[in-house]
T-cell receptor, first 113, second 112 residues
Framework: KAGVTQTPRYLIKTRGQQVTLSCSPISGHRSVSWYQQTPGQGLQFLFE???????NKGNFPGRFSGRQFSNSRSEMNVSTLELGDSALYLCASRRRQGVREAFFGQGTRLTVV | QKEVEQNSGPLSVPEGAIASLNCTYS??????FFWYRQYSGKSPELIMFIYSNGDKEDGRFTAQLNKASQYVSLLIRDSQPSDSATYLC????????????WGLGTSLAVNP
């Protein structure tokens, strides 16, 4: 059974650009959560999608957005990139909301220059 | 005060010893508590979760929860060099917004 797949693994962007990251959950999993991980702030929750609907949202500006497709794949978009957006972006999938165990993908390392 | 606090370490223990990792949280209504392990350059992986006061054992790992004192700990018995990693504590709040709140992690080094 394939794990959570995130693409791309590494990305370098310039300030002001926008970026789209992709996450394919484990087959049969319908809940996808996104996190930003930095050394200073640790893992911070961005949002969670279930059945194509955003169910939870963290405290990030509106430049961060996401969506989920009917096949449960999810994308997150960051517009008008800032240097401080440089981080490891992780997505985690669960079979459904309420299930405790979440499985993480390998992450996308975003560097903004 | 951060909502979930962990000693950043590094915590250094000799091989075969017991490693004790601690985590405190501020939201008294928190319901579920998780320990994840993250190797350098890798993604977090779930080790254990606990939601009732007391101890929960799984192999060499024991999670301990004390809701009155608002702390959760992870004990690793017979520590191995392969246990060297960062251990992340995560807490799920009660209520409608049941997102996970994460600590910054404790770095553990097990010395052969």
């Amino acid at each position: 059974k394939a794990g959570v797949t995130q693409t791309p693994r590494y990305l370098i962007k310039t300030r002001g650009q926008q970026v789209t990251l992709s996450c394919s959950p484990i087959s049969g999993h319908r809940s996808v959560s996104w996190y930003q991980q930095t050394p200073g702030q640790g893992l911070q929750f961005l949002f969670e999608y279930f059945s194509e609907t955003q169910r939870n949202k963290g405290n990030f500006p509106g430049r961060f957005s996401g969506r989920q497709f009917s096949n449960s794949r999810s994308e997150m978009n960051v517009s008008t990139l800032e240097l401080g957006d440089s981080a490891l972006y992780l997505c985690a999938s669960r079979r459904r909301q309420g299930v405790r165990e979440a499985f993480f993908g390998q992450g996308t390392r975003l560097t903004v220059v | 005060q951060k909502e979930v606090e962990q000693n950043s370490g590094p915590l250094s223990v000799p091989e075969g010893a017991i490693a004790s990792l601690n985590c405190t949280y501020s939201d008294r209504g928190s319901q579920s508590f998780f320990w994840y392990r993250q190797y350098s350059g890798k993604s977090p992986e779930l080790i254990m979760f606990i939601y009732s006061n007391g101890d929960k054992e799984d192999g060499r790992f024991t999670a301990q929860l004390n809701k009155a004192s608002q702390y959760v700990s992870l004990l690793i018995r017979d520590s191995q060099p392969s246990d060297s990693a960062t251990y992340l504590c995560a807490v799920r709040r009660a209520g409608n917004n049941r997102k996970l709140i994460w600590g910054l992690g404790t770095s553990l080094a097990v010395n052969p």
